[in-house]
């Protein structure tokens, strides 16, 4: 295949999200600037211009609205997806770093940073359809997690809400209580920091990445370990395919390794596996960086990812994808 | 000038490349207006605009782009709706010349995972190319190219001499003991007595030659002479490659040298490899010694 590059951001890439009928993709940078292209041709169509801070996170709404962003800048702000606009600005204490929306678009998670002494949270807030009408009140406001929480996304039915970060736990939370429902165990789960998680399309299952070069899949419900994939490399992004049965991890390069000469360079690829049989389909090869974020395209027809680089690679399957046997 | 920066800061590091365009902004209507010649039957469609460049010179920037249609996809209404949005942000001023989105040179593979035991093939570098079931491997002792030529028909005869050579020197890149000469090629000449031989004669040649030499840093540690070889040649005759090698574990040590025949060679090798993307490393390529003028 013959990837699109796009090189809009001066720094490297945090995340990438696909609308939700896959003509529009959002990529976050720690350039401040979060940038929207058209998902076919790679065409860049606008930035949101706003954030003083690295922006680790966004989300878009299903009808391709509203768009939201967590950023260092202890904020998070929502805009208006057309036009650029900003329409709410949610104010922190401590750097935001994760946001999802939920099914529906009415409630949106979003994860603090622990930061000053104040511990990392986990914050539900009100998306009003009316932006004249939008409060900064928190529905829910969780503590507890030691550590930076990386990500935090809702549950099936909007009746959970996941999270993972550095402690390596991944924990269900009640979403209208806020009770702590299950845990991972330290045998079974990951042994270091978790960097990276993703929802399967029906949200029945999700994959971790982390930096102890493992994914894991598991259950949305039971919290029970499906699958283990295993990388050569600490994993900073995965992404499910919503078509076929596979996953992609996408990894760096251990600090350690970065100044060796007799070490490999690192050419970074992010690398396919079957999701069921857990054996490596290939890799797809040509950031210059680490790879920190991968996105599927809903239609499963072709992923783009983001790198250390500050590029954004956007690939459409060769017909051959869609017949690989294992 | 100083307020166009200053109303635009966070635009300001995309955009100031064209402010000098703002100051000549009156002289505009000068300007012939923007052409585009649409996509004909190749797919080749070449637009033709019009600039003020920093000396206030006119200059024509000709953008020839392939469209090519990749599949059909079915597009909801919304979406093609969303196809016609105005941009917004900093891509208000995106021109033609904008080269932010840009489709691979490289063809890239979801490369399959080589059962253990089978030699992976490099994507980039001197592949074998399709041997026929049966046939000989022809393999040069001179440039030590593979299934192309026997040594007696190399055309590389006069130049660039077989890597192992190189590989049996110190490692430090001394480009300035050049290889024996035609003639001296079929005795071995240990190390110790290679640069003796000709200290007195070749000098004349081997410092004209050292001035086209070019150092090309940030190579990949699979990055051999004859890689090196295949990429310069194109722009001319090389009279030597020279990777610095890693005794240690046979990794290169990320940069080598080349010697041009001509001095307008090594001159276009640099203006064009420089930046170039190499198996997913960006080349540095520049004059090994301080600009020979």
């Not at chain 1, 939700?20 to 600037?33: I, N, P, V």
């Not at chain 1, 990894?251 to 054996?279: P, S, W």
């Not at chain 2, 979406?79 to 840009?102: I, Q, Y």
């Not at chain 2, 399709?130 to 000989?136: D, F, L, N, S, T």
Request: proline residues 5%.
């Amino acid at each position: 295949m013959r990837p699109i590059l796009m090189k809009g951001h001066e720094r490297p890439l945090t995340f990438l999200k696909y609308s939700r009928e896959g003509d529009l993709l959002f990529s976050c940078a720690k350039d401040h600037t979060p940038t929207v292209w058209f998902a076919d041709d790679g065409e860049r169509l606008g930035t949101y211009r706003g954030h003083n801070g690295a922006v680790w996170c966004c989300d878009v709404s299903r009808d391709s609205t509203r768009l939201v962003t967590g950023s260092a800048d202890q904020s998070v702000k929502l805009w208006d997806v057309q036009t650029g606009t900003q329409l709410y600005t949610f104010n922190f204490n401590s750097p935001a770093r994760s946001v999802d929306f939920s099914v529906g678009d009415k409630l949106v998670v979003i994860t603090t940073d622990p930061f000053m002494g104040n511990p990392s949270t986990i914050q539900v807030k009100r998306i009003a359809r009316d932006p004249a009408d939008q409060t900064s009140d928190s529905v829910l406001t969780i503590k507890g997690p030691q550590g930076r929480i990386n990500r935090a996304v809702w549950g099936p039915l909007n009746k959970t809400i996941i999270s993972a970060g550095e402690d390596s736990i991944i924990r269900i939370w009640d979403a209208e209580t806020g009770n702590l429902l299950k845990e991972t165990d330290k045998e079974s789960g990951h042994q270091k920091t978790i960097s990276s998680l993703c929802m399967s399309a029906d949200k029945s299952h999700f994959l971790t990445g982390s930096a102890d070069k493992s994914a894991k899949l598991w259950d949305s419900r039971s919290l029970t370990l499906l699958k283990t994939y295993q990388m050569d490399r600490p994993v900073n992004a995965v992404a499910i395919s919503p078509l076929l049965d596979h996953v992609v991890i996408g990894g760096g390069q251990e600090a350690v390794n970065v100044t060796m000469t007799d070490r490999r360079a690192g050419k970074f690829e992010a690398k396919f596996y079957h999701k069921i049989l857990q054996d490596e389909i290939g890799g797809v090869k040509g950031h210059f960086g680490p790879i920190n974020a991968l996105a599927f395209n809903p239609d499963g027809r072709s992923f783009s990812s983001g790198g250390e680089d500050g590029y954004v690679r956007l690939h459409h399957f060769d017909p051959e994808y869609f017949s690989i046997r294992m | 000038m100083a307020a166009v920066e200053s109303a635009r800061p966070q635009a300001a590091k995309l955009r100031w490349g064209e402010l000098e365009e703002d100051d000549a902004g009156d002289l505009d209507f000068l300007l012939p207006p923007r052409v585009v010649e649409g996509p004909d039957e190749n797919g080749i469609k070449k637009t033709t605009e019009y600039r003020f460049d920093e000396d206030g010179n006119k200059v024509k920037v000709t953008t020839t782009t392939r469209v090519r249609k990749l599949g059909k996809a079915r597009v909801s209404k919304k979406a093609k709706e969303r196809r016609n949005w105005a941009k917004f942000g900093d891509a208000v001023h995106e021109d033609v010349g904008s080269r932010l989105t840009m489709v691979s040179t490289e063809e890239i593979l979801l490369e399959r995972p080589r059962a253990p035991g089978t030699k992976e093939e490099p994507s980039v570098s001197e592949g074998l190319g399709p041997v026929q079931p049966g046939a000989v491997l022809m393999v040069c002792r001179t440039c030590g190219k593979k299934g192309d030529h026997w040594t007696s028909k190399c055309p590389y005869k006069d130049l660039a001499q077989p890597p192992e050579t190189f590989v049996e020197r110190p490692s430090t890149a001394d480009a300035a003991s050049a290889a024996p000469g035609g003639a001296g090629r079929s005795a071995y000449v240990p190390p110790s007595m290679r640069g003796g031989g000709e200290r007195t004669g070749t000098e004349m040649s081997r410092r004209r030659n050292d001035e086209n030499s070019v150092r090309v840093t940030n190579l990949s540690e699979d990055t051999r002479e004859p890689d090196l070889l295949e990429l310069f040649r194109t722009f001319g005759p090389v009279s030597r490659v020279y990777v610095a090698i890693d005794q240690k574990t046979g990794m290169s040590r990320g940069f080598g040298f080349v010697n041009f025949v001509h001095r307008e060679d090594a001159e276009r090798a640099i203006n064009k490899l420089n930046g170039y993307g190499y198996d997913n490393l960006i080349l540095r390529v520049e004059w090994a010694t301080p600009r020979p003028n």
